[in-house]
């Protein structure tokens, strides 16, 4: 199952099953032969065809992920001459404001501990956390956490979301240009709620999944961008942002979440160093 697995992953990082087999000196139906028995033992599809290419399935981006560290263990395992080659390993999802925060942290005790830090969208990195793929999670708070049957959440705390342009917008709500996050986005939600309770409807002109693009955009004034404090406070005193004034206020709940089957002394520890590193925490 291993070679099964190296194969699958290396279908996965080249895209088609031509390149793959080429430098894996295997034949096309041999190597397309064997994916079908991956797929048999798992009982769901891995890839989905799209013109000259293939795609993961969204089962198959998590099998990826598992395959990706059961190959990375299987090597471990077999250079176990010299354990001390392999320090004690940690897997922390982090959202990309809470990475930004923790960039100090991150930086001070890589040089002790291995840490394997995934940056991705909230919702990616509950699921991975849920399925056992990372030790810490620290990303927006879903709606409905309990939908996470194998997560604990530890702690909770609040961001707020600046508007911010490039210059000061004069028209009325309604008019303004908004650059919202994508709209099936953890931190969306919690925007879509603000708006609705004020019976307001946003004029979106752009969308995405990076902050710091939107940032992009309101510093070029192409519109209103609601982005965390920290974010956009040396902007703001710089003159690159300016502050619009709204009848609303924007924020969102953030959370620390641990895998239930991955809590060890070491991993409370990470935590406890964590929380020291993000504003809004009581330490």
Avoid at 123 to 146: A, T
Avoid at 151 to 157: G, R, S
Avoid at 193 to 202: C, D, L, W
Wanted: net charge positive; with cysteine; charged share 30%.
């Amino acid at each position: 199952m291993i070679l099964e697995l190296i194969r699958f992953k290396r279908i996965a990082d080249l895209g088609t099953i031509t390149r793959a087999s080429e430098t894996l000196w295997l034949t096309q139906p041999a190597l397309t032969q064997s994916m079908h028995r991956l797929e048999q033992e798992l009982d769901f599809k891995l890839f989905k065809p799209s013109g000259k290419r293939i795609f993961l399935t969204e089962r198959g981006k998590i099998v990826y992920e598992i395959s990706r560290r059961i190959i990375e263990w299987w090597e471990k395992a077999k250079n176990l001459k010299d354990p001390t080659n392999f320090p004690p390993s940690y897997s922390i999802g982090v959202f990309d404001n809470a990475a930004l925060q923790l960039s100090e942290y991150f930086q001070k005790k890589i040089k002790n501990t291995k840490l394997e830090i995934d940056i991705d969208r909230s919702e990616n990195l509950l699921r991975k956390l849920q399925y056992g793929l990372l030790d810490i999670c620290i990303c927006v708070l879903p709606k409905d956490v309990s939908l996470f049957t194998n997560v604990w959440l530890i702690k909770t705390y609040k961001e707020k979301l600046i508007p911010v342009s490039g210059n000061i917008w004069k028209e009325p709500i309604s008019k303004i240009p908004f650059i919202l996050y994508n709209h099936d986005s953890q931190t969306q939600q919690y925007v879509n709620e603000a708006f609705s309770k004020s019976e307001i409807k946003p004029n979106v002109v752009a969308e995405s999944i990076n902050p710091l693009f939107m940032k992009e955009l309101a510093i070029k004034n192409f519109g209103v961008a609601l982005l965390p404090e920290n974010m956009v406070d040396k902007d703001i005193q710089e003159k690159r942002l300016f502050v619009q004034k709204l009848p609303i206020s924007f924020e969102r709940i953030c959370g620390i979440f641990l895998n239930k089957e991955h809590i060890t002394k070491d991993v409370e520890k990470i935590v406890r160093e964590i929380i020291t590193y993000l504003p809004n925490l009581p330490k």
